[in-house]
């Protein structure tokens, strides 16, 4: 399924959507990675990572907002939806976005370690799979690695702290 042109100010206004959902998670001390999940011009679902807080390896942005917007529209399959994600998803969130089908993911910072969207693999637009994503980088970029920056700068800073 095909999306109609999308513009770079809405991209960048729903960006800004993400981006407050990763604030969420910096207020918990976790990574800050926010995400939402837009279908027909209105968020359906958002999510923040809450690994720690919820002490679950799955409890990422994006799997956060895929069980919502599932559990919102009824079905798993979120055709027609677009997700927009602050961070490069991992491979599992990569893995969840093919497997429920959505159609296009923007977003905002790569993650050149871990990025499965094209850093390290490209799992969402694999010809291989029965299902592509339709990918845009670098929506805000800058605020969005700005954003996990000054998180790992406050981390390093209270271990340095922690240690004298």
């Known amino acids: ?17 993400a981006l407050r959902q990763a604030r969420k998670a910096y207020a918990l001390r976790e990574v800050p990675i926010g995400c939402v999940i837009v279908c027909d011009g209105k968020v359906v ?11 679950n390896t799955t409890s990422h942005a994006e799997i956060n907002a895929i069980r919502r917007a599932s559990k919102k529209l009824g079905d798993w399959r979120l055709e027609g939806c677009t997700i927009y994600i602050t961070l490069e998803p991992c491979q599992m969130c990569a893995g969840a976005i093919v497997q429920s089908r959505i159609t296009r993911a923007v977003i905002g910072s790569m993650n050149p370690k871990a990025g499965c969207a094209g850093s390290v693999l490209n799992l969402l637009e694999m010809e291989q799979f029965n299902h592509q994503v339709i990918v845009e980088r670098g929506v805000l970029e800058q605020e ?12 390093r800073e209270q271990k340095k702290e922690q240690k004298s």
Do not use: Q
């Open 144 to 155: 969005c690695s700005e954003m996990l920056s000054g998180f790992f700068r406050e981390l």
């Open 45 to 55: 679902a958002r999510g923040y990572n809450r690994r720690n807080t919820d002490k």
């Open 1 to 17: 399924m095909s999306l109609p042109p999308v513009s770079r100010e809405t991209d960048e206004k729903f960006m800004r959507e």
